[in-house]
Each structure stands twice: as C-alpha cells, then as structure tokens.
C-alpha cells in the first residue's frame, strides 16, 4: 500500500462505499466496468473542462488499466485514490438497499470508534 492520508468523515464515508463497490467489481468486473465507462461518458459530457474534466481523465486511466487497477483505487488511502472517489463514476453500482446497508453500517462503525 502506498502512502496514506488521515481521512475526514466523508473521505472514511466514501472509501465504504467504494468498498462495496469493490465487492460488485470483484463479482461482475465486466459489468462494473461497463457501468463505470457509461457514467464516465455521460459525466464527460457535463464537465468538459476544469479540474472535474481531469479528475474523470484519471479514472479513464484507471478503467484501462484493468480491474486490478480499479480495485486498488477503489480501496486505497493515497491522495490520488481519495480524490478521484470524490469524483467517482459508479453511481448506480450498488442498488438503494446496499447503499443504506453500508451507510448504516458505516454510521454504527463510525460511532464505535468514537466511543
């Protein structure tokens, strides 16, 4: 693992999340992948200049370079993994009930930690 940042809540929030994308990817890549290139496509349309613009370059580069690739971007704590999660193109990945679970689960985790 590269080096690592201290994540805010939204940062530790959003690495659940990609987490469970990570679980679909490993499951489906084919599929994941093919959603990911679809939401990169429509975002590119939105956003054709300015840094958005260069953070969905990135993930394009990350989308070729293969699952793996994916994988570790989805899971790492680097810089670079956590702003391009801010940017993400896997809306629509994981279905509203998983969305919750994991928000649930990452609200009830979250408060464990503080305690």
Known sequence: MGSSTRLNRDQRQ??????AVAGRLAADPQGTLARARTNLLRL??????????????????????????????????????IELRQNS????????????????AFRKQDRSALA
């Open 14 to 19: 959003s690495l659940w999340f990609h987490g």
């Open 89 to 104: 193109p896997f809306a629509g990945v994981l279905s509203d009930g998983e969305r919750m679970a994991v928000l649930d």
């Open 44 to 81: 590119r349309r939105i956003h054709r200049s300015g840094m958005t613009s260069r953070w969905l370059d990135a993930w394009q580069s990350v989308l070729d370079s293969g699952p793996e690739a994916v994988l570790q971007t989805l899971t790492s704590q680097t810089p670079l993994a």
